[in-house]
């Protein structure tokens, strides 16, 4: 059963442009991991400092090894939240 996430994140226009660097890294080392089925970055249109975030997984235990890997703590718990000025997050599982 595939697991989605959906994550829409908000920083300051300023941090925009470290944000979308480590979004991109992150694209990178996410689509080598063994579960992972897809992983997409989007710049909301008129909306300086936003990204939405697409992910999925072979399932929920693949999302749990990739919130594990040193690349996500590194980009995303280091780099990207701490510049955050909001951040909502959906879980889905396939029917």
């Known amino acids: 059963m595939a697991y ?3 994550a829409h994140y908000r920083c ?3 941090d925009e442009t470290v944000v979308r660097a480590a979004l991109q890294k992150m694209r990178e080392q996410t689509r080598t ?3 992972n089925e ?6 909301v249109v ?3 400092g936003g990204f939405l975030l ?3 997984y072979t399932g929920r235990a693949g999302f749990e090894a990739h919130k ?3 690349h996500f703590q590194e980009l995303i718990v280091t780099m990207v939240w701490p510049l955050l000025t909001d951040r909502s997050v959906t879980f889905a599982e396939s029917v």
């Open 4 to 6: 989605t996430v959906v």
């Open 12 to 14: 300051a226009p300023a």
């Open 33 to 35: 991991e063994p579960a």
């Open 38 to 43: 897809a992983y997409e970055v989007h710049a």
């Open 46 to 48: 008129d909306e300086p």
């Open 54 to 56: 697409y992910e999925r």
């Open 68 to 70: 594990a890997a040193e």
